[in-house]
């Protein structure tokens, strides 16, 4: 007969590769949720590998650490049934599976069904898709066991319902972007319309690479009801009680949480991302450029808000063209955050490099190619002071200007990791008004003052692109909706404009190839979701054609 069951919610933070430390943390998270009086303790999709484990799954020795750490579970924990992810192989295929484990025995298993391959997902590149359900009895509570991608498409649920499953448990790696909070919200009413079952939705959290997970587990009861939220951006081991005769509740008692705001929830991904990958690959610290600027501005405390103003290090680097209040903004931005702030000015270097190609310059422009002298200077500068110190350089472009090309290669884009690579300008205001909410760090006029590299005379971003309104919302229809020119003229920008920043888009690929990872927030990021070609001939055609 069923009776009340408690379950765990182990919204862990693994490390990609790292099976003998993620089964150690599956451990001791085991034994604090038996402690706390839960039946099952579950973990996330893929959990002993992390995810995702990429083409690490391709080579056999992981499969070995895997059985390993597997092993090292099944010997460790008692008193508790658990359910956790991971890849599975046999004579038919490797399958992304999820195992439940009674007392060191496998008493159930269940192979993910839908396999996502899109945006950031490749999982038909590796894994075979099962087709059975599963329902485990947990104390007399037939569970259904589901993996991500299985919870968003109709189906699996339906199955394990039919299967004989009173309540649904999802172990899920779910990344984080924008509005993904409220499809998540979406997607388990439709299952809960579909099947008339409570969910259980656990998700992973942390940084991997240009991934972050988010967390925020989700409960829902049998009318859709929100019973509760774990933190976002967080590790977390929240507890729910299923009761037969009163369903699925929080084990505390109180309301879930509220939902993160957009922009506050973009930041915290911004900074657990900085703080997951320096961790993740053994950086202590990080070094940048501060220009005085906004996007340089917020890059900092990111990166203090990551990784502790002690473990960040910011160098001005004027050269001839740097005005007096970049200088003063940017030592306002570095004195407000409290890191280690220096002065090395790249004038001798630049003229050491005119001096040097003079002859071969002779009777050309000035131009584009002496404005990139200076911010290369710069790269040599940062990437000498990253070697030196063991700290990571953080690059500080924007996704408006990567978009179309306004960066250096081997000068700003410079870097191991770009923050705000994925992050329009105009959301990098709206990250530096939110900011400043938590605390000083950006000067007033640094949101006032017209954006400009710095590179010429009087020089402002608008002397070679559209104002960052007009160009935002170019570029979001044009990357991320994949809207024709003459679709976005339409909406009533000038088509002459439209055609121009597609066509930087188109022709600087090659730029964006180069670039370092940086954290993913929008739909359609460069890089893992928006895979074009270098060589390309799209965006050059005409029609109709010209006669021969």
Sequence with gaps: MSQPIRI???QMNPVVGDVIGNARRIIELSEKAREAGADLACF??????????EDLLLRPELLVWVERGLALI?????????????????????????????????????????????????EKRYFAAGSEPCVVDIRGVAVGV??????WMPGPAAQARDAGAELLVTINASPFRTEKTENRAQMLAERVEET??????????GGQDELVFDGGSLAVDARARLVHRAPAFEEAMPLLDHDPAFGLSAADGHPPREVEDPVGAVYKALVLGVRDYARKNGFKGAVMGLSGGIDSAL???????????????????PSRYTADISLEDAESEARALGVDYRVIAVEPAFKAFLDMLEEEFAGSDWGVT??????????????????????????????????????????????????????????????????????PAIPERVFERPPSAELAPDQQDTDSLPAYPILD????????????????????????????????????????????????????????????????????????????
């Design 74 to 122: 099944r010997q460790k924990v008692r008193g508790i049934d658990l359910l956790l992810g991971l890849p599975e192989d046999d004579t038919s295929g490797l399958y992304n599976m999820a195992v439940v484990i009674r007392e060191g025995e496998i008493i159930a298993r269940y192979r993910k069904q839908r396999l996502p391959n899109y945006s950031v997902f490749d």
């Design 299 to 317: 890059t900092l405390a990111i990166a203090v808000d990551a990784l502790g103003a002690e473990n960040v290090e910011a160098v001005m680097m």
């Design 146 to 151: 589901l993996i991500c991608e299985d919870v």
């Design 196 to 205: 008339g079952l409570p969910i259980v939705y656990l998700n992973m959290v």
């Design 370 to 439: 002496e404005e990139n002298i200076q911010a290369r200077s710069r790269g040599v500068v940062l990437m000498a002071i990253s070697n030196k110190t063991g700290r990571i350089l953080l690059s500080t472009g924007n996704k408006s200007e990567m978009a179309v090309g306004y960066a250096t290669l081997y000068g700003d884009m410079a870097g191991g990791f770009a923050v705000l690579k994925d992050v329009p300008k105009m959301l990098v205001y709206e990250l530096g008004r939110y900011r400043n909410q938590q605390g």
């Design 44 to 53: 996330p999709e893929l959990a002993l590998t992390g995810y995702p484990p």
């Design 8 to 10: 765990a919610l182990g």
């Design 473 to 548: 919302r170019i570029l979001e229809l044009y990357i991320e909706h994949d809207r024709s020119v003459e679709d976005i003229a339409a909406e009533g920008f000038e088509e002459d404009v439209v055609r121009r920043i597609a066509r930087l888009v188109n022709i600087n690929e090659y730029k964006r190839r180069q670039a370092p990872p940086g954290v993913r927030i929008t739909r359609r990021a460069f890089g893992r979701d928006r895979r074009y070609p270098i060589t390309s001939g799209f965006g050059r055609q005409e029609w109709p054609p010209e006669s021969d």
